[in-house]
């Protein structure tokens, strides 16, 4: 059974940083694209950043510059992101997808972004 699970989220004053983790087990993700997801207060769950095998990151606009996805190793993935925004508030989700139904998504953590 596989299991993904984040940590890493809290409350942080806007221009401040917090470094999300995500880590996966149950089985081999080699293959797997790595991403981020957010949905913020009345808004669609976003792709923010993505990494796969053998391709450069892909990053929104609206992070670009200010947040790096990493794969840590096989089954980990991070995400840091400074300079934040109140406008990142969100609850953030880690998805590791491969095909078809090997798409498997973390729990979630808030992110606050508030003075």
């Known amino acids: 059974q596989v299991h993904v699970v984040e940590s890493g989220g809290g409350l942080v004053q806007p221009g401040g940083s917090l470094r999300l983790s995500c880590a996966a087990s149950g089985s081999d993700f080699t293959s797997y694209t790595m991403a981020w997801y957010r949905q913020g207060p009345g808004k669609q769950r976003e792709c923010i950043a993505r990494i796969s095998p053998g391709s450069r990151p892909y990053y929104a606009d609206s992070v670009k510059g200010r947040f790096t996805i990493s794969k840590d190793n096989t089954n980990a993935v991070s995400l840091q992101m400074n300079s934040l925004k109140p406008e990142d508030t969100a609850v953030y989700y880690c998805?590791?997808?491969?095909?078809?139904?090997?798409?498997?998504w973390g729990q979630g953590t808030q992110v606050t972004v508030s003075s």
């Open positions: 998805n590791f997808f491969y095909i078809g139904n090997l798409d498997f």
